[in-house]
T-cell receptor, first 114, second 113 residues
């Protein structure tokens, strides 16, 4: 099974807050990431958080990290139609040679209702 | 946007033929990666490189080989394409000595018929 788990779908009304949740399993992960993928496009890095932080805020985005429970969340305030996309949670792990690979969840489809 | 270019962007090929995908970067980043994206699996690491001529296997490396003869180019080769290799392939770059961000290319959609 996947090491990083996410719900596959989230539906919210325009203007509400969206909260996308993620759980991971590797307690040694140093960084956790949120990527956004719009249809037919590549992955856009939204934000990341270092494992010794509890929260990081960047404009409409708030990331919360509960290291004890290995739980990561992304809150998008005032959700807009342009936020409609797939959101991937990823954790950073050493893969060898000094390189760090990312292990991804399956992605959460954020659907915005008018 | 980070300077990453993947080519081709789309390709249809027949089973058993060799295919090479190219990733080109202009950022001089040390690390480069190839991922594949499939429905129900998210992104999975195929191979990665930690320098010129330095490569290693990722999670799903069977049926793939890579080469990195210069810093800016990372090639992914399917020696004999199979239908199970139909996927969207993403290249990523990072330079973890200086930053913790990884940047992705736009992807290559490969269909093996």
């Amino acid at each position: 099974g996947e090491d990083v788990e996410q719900s596959l779908f989230l539906s919210v009304r325009e203007g509400d807050s969206s909260v996308i949740n993620c759980t991971y399993t590797d307690s040694s992960s140093t960084y956790l990431y949120w990527y956004k993928q719009e249809p037919g496009a590549g992955l856009q890095l939204l934000t990341y958080i270092f494992s010794n932080m509890d929260m990081k805020q960047d404009q409409r985005l708030t990331v919360l990290l509960n290291k004890k429970d290995k739980h990561l969340s992304l809150r998008i305030a005032d959700t807009q139609t342009g936020d409609s996309a797939i959101y991937f949670c990823a954790e950073k792990r050493a893969v060898g040679g000094g390189a760090d690979g990312l292990t991804f969840g399956k992605g959460t489809h954020l659907i915005i209702q008018p | 946007d980070a300077g990453i270019t993947q080519s081709p962007r789309h390709k249809v090929t027949e089973t058993g033929t060799p295919v090479t995908l190219r990733c080109h970067q202009t950022e001089n980043h040390r690390y480069m990666y190839w991922y594949r994206q499939d429905p129900g699996h998210g992104l999975r690491l195929i191979h990665y490189s930690y320098g010129v001529k330095d490569t290693d296997k990722g999670e799903v490396s069977d049926g793939y080989s890579v080469s990195r003869s210069k810093t800016e180019d990372f090639l992914l080769t399917l020696e004999s394409a199979t239908s199970s290799q139909t996927s969207v392939y993403f290249c990523a770059i990072s330079d973890t000595d200086r930053t913790n961000e990884a940047f992705f290319g736009q992807g290559t959609r490969l269909t093996v018929v």
